[in-house]
C-alpha cells in the first residue's frame, strides 16, 4: 500500500494528456485503457497502464532493496567494497530507464555515478513537504562532508 501510494502522489507527471485527464488514457504514456490498468486516485479517474507502473514500482522496490541492505551491512557501513550492495546497485540502476527517471547522481556534488565508485542510497525527507525523496551519493562524498563538519 504505502509503495501504491508513494507512485500515485509522486509520480505523476507534470502535465497530463487531455485523454488521460479525461480517464480515457494512462497518464504516463498516454496508451488507451486496456483491461490492465491501476487506478492511482480513487477520487479521480486517473490510472496508469500496468507496464508504466509495473516499471515504477520496480523502480520502488530495487531502491529500497539495496538501501535496506546498505543499512544493515557491516562492508557497506564500513565504506568497503560489498558486491551483495553493488549488484543491488545495479539491478536499481537497471530499473531507471523504464521508469522514465533520469541516470542517477551524487545529491552532495551532483556529479555522475560511476560503475566502479562506491556510492551509498539515500534516505531523506523534505522539510517542506515531508515527503521521503530517495537519491543516491558517492561515498567519498559522505566521507567528505561528514570530515568537514
Known sequence: MRLHRLISIHEFPQALPP????????VWCASPAETTTVELSA??????????????????????????HYESCVPCRQRRTCYVGHGRRILHEQT???????????????????PAELTAPLLWHS???FAPRLGYAHVRCLTERASSR
Do not use: I, N
Request: aromatic share 16%; hydrophobic share 40%; glycine share 8%.
Open 96 to 114: 531507471t530507464g523504464p521508469a522514465d527517471k533520469p541516470q542517477p547522481a551524487c545529491f552532495p556534488c551532483r556529479g555522475p555515478l560511476l
Open 19 to 26: 485523454a488521460a485527464m479525461a480517464g480515457e488514457a494512462c
Open 43 to 68: 477520487a479521480l479517474p486517473w490510472w496508469g497502464c500496468l507496464p508504466c507502473y509495473s516499471a515504477r514500482l520496480a523502480w520502488y522496490v530495487s531502491w529500497y532493496d539495496w538501501h535496506d
Open 127 to 129: 522539510p517542506t513537504t
